[in-house]
């Protein structure tokens, strides 16, 4: 019949990858860390990608029968990954936050909308028709006459990706594997590709239908693999999550890198020994790691040097990396707090977000690896008159 639903080896888990896209979205969605825009900006990247695969998925399973209006979802999804993509970026990076004129973005899939409006403004049984008549048919068949709309509109959703792709990759940021986000950069790129090569070969005599397997199943991977990388990135509330960029501070990273990297910088060393100077005073008066989204290039525009200098000088006349830098100011800051007995009504978790700290477990690792005491005994310690009372 053409209205059954065909579940097999490929559509089972396809529907399992599916939810369990959306599942991670919705993790994401209710996650209270910060940066709170990028965990929606992910949620929604994963949404997106799941709703592509669910196209798929509904043609192997005719699906589309059962609920005809959801077919050619993928359409504006394909024009919203890449914008989404990159202001996940731009506010890893850049803390950026949304202005009006971003709305732009949402023109191109608008526009894919009104362009194919003729199939979208189908009503039930003339969209059903259509599903039968030319798309089941052409699918299982190999039909596939000249360029239809639907190239037309892969071929766009690709040049979509890879301006969107170029755009991340001329941000500043540290472009090494070790990076989640440089991970999630080759994810987003690789599914690019994918693309890419699927049109080109949807339009030669060597396409058929697995073709289709091949592309979801990197559709699968990105799911999976954005997911786990973006949850990362951004830190769990049970986990210690070690920082691998220097544009960020949150948790410890590994120990700065040998002078030798430094070896051919156009920066003399009196040169960063006055930014060196200049940094520390500005941190003492300025106080910015009370930020708790304080990022390397943020940092390097209110200096006005460039982001390359003020790691160098971190790393070369400090002998630190930037989250430690930045850490161990934050530490200072809770101990006055902790040590304030006009502080004491202060929770200690409200103590860790005053000093610019983003979570508790954050907090509680770092203080006590500078401290050797967590903060709640570090407040007794400091506090011996509240401690005669008690004992009295």
């Known amino acids: 019949m053409k209205d059954e639903i065909t579940l097999n080896l490929w559509t089972i888990p396809a529907l399992i990858v599916i939810s369990q896209g959306l599942f991670l979205a919705l993790v994401l969605l209710l996650k209270r860390e910060k940066p709170r825009q990028a965990n929606i900006l992910l949620a929604v990247l994963l949404i997106l990608f799941s709703l592509c695969l669910y196209d798929s998925f509904a043609i192997w399973s005719k699906l589309h029968y059962q609920w005809p209006h959801l077919f050619l979802i993928y359409a504006p999804c394909y024009f919203l990954i890449g914008p989404v993509t990159y202001f996940y970026f731009k506010t890893i990076l850049q803390k950026y936050r949304f202005k009006k004129t971003d709305l732009i973005y949402l023109l191109p899939p608008l526009c894919i909308v009104v362009w194919r409006w003729n199939i979208y403004g189908l009503d039930t049984e003339a969209k059903r028709e259509f599903l039968v008549e030319k798309v089941f048919a052409s699918y299982y068949s190999f039909n596939y006459p000249g360029i239809s709309n639907g190239d037309i509109t892969m071929g766009l959703a690709a040049v979509s990706l890879f301006t969107f792709a170029y755009l991340i990759w001329k941000m500043d940021w ?89 070896i051919r910088s156009s920066l003399t060393d009196t040169a960063s020994q006055s930014i060196a100077k200049r940094l520390t005073d500005y941190m003492a008066q300025k106080k910015p790691y009370l930020n708790t989204d304080l990022r390397l290039p943020q940092l390097a525009e209110s200096l006005d040097i460039s982001t390359h200098h003020l790691s160098q000088v971190i790393n070369k006349e400090l002998n630190k990396s930037f989250t430690e830098f930045v850490n161990e100011y934050r530490v200072e800051e809770a101990k006055d707090l902790l040590s304030d007995p006009k502080k004491d009504h202060f929770l200690i978790i409200d103590v860790g977000y005053s000093a610019g700290f983003n979570n508790k477990t954050s907090f509680y690792k770092i203080f006590k690896e500078n401290t050797g005491y967590s903060p709640s005994m570090y407040r007794k310690k400091k506090s011996p008159v509240k401690n005669a009372r008690q004992k009295a």
């Open 174 to 262: 540290k472009k090494a594997i070790d990076d989640p986000l440089c991970r999630i950069f080759i994810f987003f790129l690789g599914f690019a590709v994918a693309e890419l090569t699927y049109l080109i070969i949807y339009n030669t005599s060597y396409y058929n239908f697995y073709w289709d397997y091949i592309v979801v199943s990197g559709m699968a991977i990105f799911i999976y693999g954005v997911g786990y990388m973006g949850y990362q990135q951004e830190g769990t509330e049970g986990d210690s999550v070690v920082e691998v960029r220097e544009g960020t501070a949150t948790e410890q990273p590994p120990s700065p890198q040998p002078k030798e990297k430094y």
